[in-house]
C-alpha cells in the first residue's frame, strides 16, 4: 500500500510537476485539502476517479478513508497546495499511515514563496546585499517557538517570506521595525499568485498594513520584505561572481586569473 503526497504548486494547473500530473492521471482517488488547490487540477483524473474535499475533516477522519480506499487497492493521490514540506502538515498524516503499513512517496511541487517571487520579478538572494531567505509565519493561533521570533529573525536584515500572516500584519510591522528595520524597507504582497484573480502590491514594512487593508487582502497572501525587493533594484547594479568576467568557478575561467 502505498500514499502519494503529491505537491499541487501554488495556483495554475500547469504549475504542477509532469510527476504530479501523472499520478493524476493515474489516481482512483485524490484528497485535496483547501481553497489553495484549484479545481482545474482535476481536468486531468481519469473518469470516474473520486475526489474528495478534506477541508471539513479532521485528522483521523481523512486517514481513515485513505487507509480504506489503499486497503481496497486504490491508488490514491493526496494533493497539497504549493510545495508539501511547508505548512503541509504532512508529518501527522505520515504517522499513522506508516503506523497502519503504509509506505509514502512525496513528489515536490513549487511552493507559492518561489511563485510569488516569479510574479513580482524578484531574485531573493541579490549579491552583496543578501544572500539568505528566511520562510516564516508570524505568531497568531498558532503558536512559533520562542527563538524564532520575528524580532529575532529580523535581526538578519535578509530577505524574509511570510506565509500566513495576512491577518498579522501589524505584529509584522512592530517586530520588524523593533529589530531595526527601516521603515521604507521595501515589501512586495502576492495575492493568489498565478491564479487568474492573481494581485501584486509593492509596498513598505511601514505601510504593509494600510496598504494590505486598502486591497483588501486578508488571507492567501505571500508577503516578501527586504531590499531585495526594492522596485528599483534594477538601477543598483548589483552583480553576482557567477557572470563576473573576472571570476573564475568551476566552468569557467576569469580574464585575469
Ligand atoms: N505548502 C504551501 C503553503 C501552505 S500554507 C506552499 O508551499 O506554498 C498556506 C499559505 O501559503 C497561505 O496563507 C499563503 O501565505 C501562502 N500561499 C499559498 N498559495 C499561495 C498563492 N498562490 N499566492 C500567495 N500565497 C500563497
Known amino acids: 500500500m502505498k500514499l502519494y503526497i503529491v505537491g499541487a504548486g501554488p495556483g495554475a494547473s500547469d504549475l504542477i510537476t509532469v510527476r504530479g500530473r501523472r499520478l493524476l492521471e493515474e489516481a482512483d482517488v485524490i484528497l485535496y485539502a483547501d481553497s489553495l488547490v484549484s479545481e482545474e487540477h482535476f481536468k486531468a483524473a481519469k473518469k470516474g476517479a473520486e475526489i474528495v474535499k478534506t477541508a471539513g475533516m479532521h485528522l483521523e477522519e481523512m486517514v481513515e478513508i485513505m487507509k480504506k480506499r489503499l486497503s481496497e487497492g486504490k491508488k490514491v493521490v493526496r494533493l497539497h497546495t504549493g510545495d508539501p514540506a511547508v505548512y503541509g502538515a504532512i508529518m501527522e498524516q505520515m504517522v499513522l499511515l506508516k503506523e497502519a503499513g503504509v509506505e509514502i512517496e512525496?513528489?515536490?511541487?513549487?511552493?507559492?514563496?518561489?511563485?510569488?517571487?516569479?510574479?513580482a520579478q524578484a531574485e531573493l538572494t541579490i549579491p552583496d546585499l543578501t544572500q539568505t531567505v528566511i520562510l516564516t509565519r508570524?505568531?497568531?493561533?498558532?503558536p512559533v517557538?520562542?527563538?524564532e521570533q520575528l524580532a529575532k529573525l529580523a535581526a538578519h536584515h535578509c530577505t524574509m517570506a511570510f506565509f500566513l500572516s495576512a491577518t498579522l500584519t501589524k505584529k509584522?510591522?512592530?517586530?520588524?521595525i523593533g529589530a531595526g528595520?527601516?521603515?521604507e524597507t521595501p515589501a512586495a504582497v502576492i495575492y493568489k499568485a498565478t491564479w487568474p484573480d492573481e494581485k501584486i502590491v509593492r509596498t513598505t514594512i511601514g505601510?504593509?498594513?494600510?496598504?494590505?487593508r486598502a486591497n483588501s487582502i486578508r488571507k492567501q497572501a505571500m508577503i516578501l520584505a527586504g531590499w531585495a525587493l526594492d522596485p528599483d533594484?534594477?538601477?543598483?547594479?548589483?552583480?553576482?561572481?557567477?557572470?563576473?568576467?573576472?571570476?573564475?568557478?568551476?566552468y569557467r575561467r576569469g580574464v585575469n586569473s
Open 106 to 119: 512525496i513528489v515536490p511541487g513549487v511552493s507559492s514563496v518561489f511563485a510569488a517571487a516569479a510574479s
Open 138 to 142: 508570524a505568531e497568531g493561533r498558532t
Open 145 to 147: 517557538p520562542e527563538r
Open 172 to 176: 509584522v510591522m512592530k517586530e520588524l
Open 181 to 183: 528595520w527601516a521603515p
Open 207 to 212: 505601510k504593509l498594513d494600510e496598504d494590505m
Open 233 to 250: 533594484i534594477h538601477e543598483k547594479n548589483f552583480r553576482s561572481k557567477l557572470y563576473d568576467k573576472e571570476f573564475t568557478h568551476g
